[in-house]
């Protein structure tokens, strides 16, 4: 797949602010790593800024795992130290200094934090990469899809997609590509149902089958870095279906290489964010 447009590099006159400043709303106590590997992994795909939202309480710890080319924005937590409701009041002063924005990896499952996350993905206005436990958050309440200010993309694995739908994980199976096509019509919403041949469906009809990726991508981690790399993509000034297509694809090849220079056993998420350079280059 020939690289598209907006990650060719090609005019000498662009500057950081012209590659997409982001924002990723992830992280909590015990789950920091997802914060640091979604952010990089935005870097590593070319986005110009990076910015990890985090709990008041967690930013020196998140400075330590996190790369020194990303920046943080503290943001209000709750007496466990994850984000607290009152976080969303903090982040909808500030939608104007963002191109794309992600949320979930590593968000947790807290009161406050879930209804943060719905109010988010309801009324952001900007471009919005929904993944992880904030698809967890919008289970039962994806009707405020059809509401939402701003375009979305769901990165679903088979078991979100299960809860968001009331299907079984064996009629998803049966027919992903329905299934996935459907839930993009009906919410208004690009869909990524991630698994062996990820699908991508668009709101108006459009479908790509992912044909890059390898089992040692089944690892801890894996989707954090493709939520950072659809997120970079889309920031750059990608459609969102092609942000969500051309990074399947990119994750993809970035985890095959990583699979010939280390082996499918014992792959880790900074083995596919170390090769997202080498997955560009034909």
């Not at 106590?29 to 309480?57: D, Q």
């Not at 904030?134 to 994806?142: D, S």
């Amino acid at each position: 797949m020939p690289l598209p447009a907006p990650l060719s590099r090609v005019n000498p006159r662009l500057s950081k602010k012209d590659f997409g400043h982001l924002l990723i709303i992830a992280g909590s106590p015990t789950m920091l790593g997802a914060s640091a590997l979604c952010s990089l992994a935005a870097m590593r795909s070319g986005a110009g800024l990076v910015t990890a939202a985090v709990p008041r309480g967690l930013n020196l710890t998140l400075q330590k795992k996190i790369s020194n080319v990303v920046m943080t924005k503290l943001l209000a937590q709750s007496r466990s130290g994850a984000y607290s409701l009152k976080a969303y009041d903090e982040l909808k002063k500030s939608w104007d200094q963002f191109d794309a924005i992600a949320i979930g990896p590593g968000l947790g499952r807290e009161g406050g934090t879930q209804q943060m996350a719905r109010q988010i993905i309801m009324h952001c206005p900007k471009p919005l990469v929904v993944d992880a436990d904030a698809l967890f958050a919008l289970a039962g309440h994806t009707d405020i899809l059809k509401k939402a200010a701003g375009p979305r993309i769901l990165t679903p694995h088979v078991g979100e997609m299960s809860r968001l739908t009331g299907q079984t994980i064996k009629e998803i199976e049966a027919s992903r590509v329905k299934t996935a096509c459907d839930f993009a019509r009906g919410f208004n919403c690009v869909l990524l149902l991630k698994g062996p041949r990820t699908v991508i469906a668009s709101s108006q009809g459009k479908t790509s089958i992912n044909q890059t990726g390898n089992v040692g991508m089944a690892t801890a981690g894996s989707g954090d870095v493709l939520t950072g790399m659809i997120t970079a993509f889309w920031g750059q000034g990608m459609s969102p279906f092609d942000a969500a297509k051309y990074g399947a694809y990119y994750h993809g090849r970035a985890g095959d290489l990583a699979a010939r220079a280390h082996g499918k056993w014992g792959m880790i998420a900074l083995d596919i964010i170390d090769h997202i350079k080498d997955s560009y280059e034909k």
